[in-house]
């Protein structure tokens, strides 16, 4: 049974950063593409940033290109997300999900508990 746990959320101010992590058990890591979600209150969840098994491949949603950086460290089986220049709107549950690569990132239905990320202007 995969189990993902984030952590690193918090309270930020516009124009701070926060680093996220995700441990990953119950799953061959190294073969599994990761990804980060998030869900603002009424909003559904959307994909932030997603990479691929070997670390080669990234993609970003266009609210967080050129501020947030995904990036995943194998023999720890942990992925991370460094987000920067946060913006208010940003505030949202952020959830670690494994998934495929198949040309794109296929999520699983397997998600941590979430993290809260909260920007104040």
């Known amino acids: 049974q995969v189990q993902l746990v984030e952590s690193g959320g918090g309270l930020a101010q516009a124009g701070g950063s926060l680093r996220l992590s995700c441990t990953a058990s119950?799953?061959?890591?190294?073969?599994?593409?990761m990804g980060w979600y998030r869900q603002a209150p009424g909003k559904q969840r959307e994909m932030v940033a997603v990479?691929?098994?070997?670390?080669?491949?990234?993609m970003y949603a266009d609210s967080v290109k050129g501020r947030f950086t995904i990036s995943r460290d194998t023999a720890k089986k942990m992925v991370y997300l460094q987000m920067n220049n946060l913006k208010p709107e940003d505030t949202a549950v952020y959830y670690c999900?494994?998934?495929?690569?198949?040309?794109?990132?296929?999520?699983?239905?397997?998600w941590g508990q979430g993290t809260q990320v909260t920007v104040s202007s």
């Open positions: 990479i691929s098994p070997g670390g080669s491949r990234r």
């Open positions: 119950g799953t061959t890591f190294s073969i599994n593409a």
């Open positions: 999900n494994v998934g495929r690569w198949v040309g794109a990132y296929a999520p699983s239905d397997s």
